[in-house]
């Protein structure tokens, strides 16, 4: 299986990828995707949410690989005066995946070169991944 992400204003907190199973945790809840059995040029309607949360944004079958497009949370960009917009562009084997890893890319940042992504909270107490400026280091 081949996981996407897209950035969105709310996602599980994290995944578990297996085989051809998705099961997306959110606040201790747990909702199973066994989507083995998802055809060839088939066409995807929607996924259940887990606890109220979407999960699974898109999936198809190209070739027999099974390609599932998954949420990835994101807030306001912390770095001063910039904002960040998102993009998912990165497709990596489900083995690869780490829910410490933000897998789509802020954009609207030309030319600056002191940022880093990180996961924050916004001003609601809402987290997510965003951007801010880098901690100077000491000299």
């Known amino acids: ?75 306001a960009s912390q770095y001063p005066d910039l904002k960040a917009h998102w993009r998912g562009q990165q497709v990596l084997d489900s083995a690869d995946y780490d829910p410490d890893t933000c897998y789509v890319t802020p954009t609207g940042l030309s030319g600056v070169y002191d940022y880093e992504i990180v996961r924050g909270k916004d001003v609601a107490g809402v987290e997510g991944w965003t951007v801010r400026r880098k901690a100077e280091e000491p000299a």
């Open 1 to 75: 299986m081949k996981a996407k992400f897209l950035a969105t204003g709310a996602a599980p907190d994290y995944y578990t990828l297996s085989g051809e199973t998705v099961a997306a945790h959110n606040k201790g809840m747990t909702e199973e995707y066994n989507l083995s059995d998802f055809p060839e040029g088939g066409l995807f309607q929607s996924a259940d949410p887990v606890d109220g949360v979407p999960a699974i944004l898109n999936v198809e079958r190209v070739n027999g690989d099974l390609y599932v497009t998954l949420c990835q949370q994101v807030i």
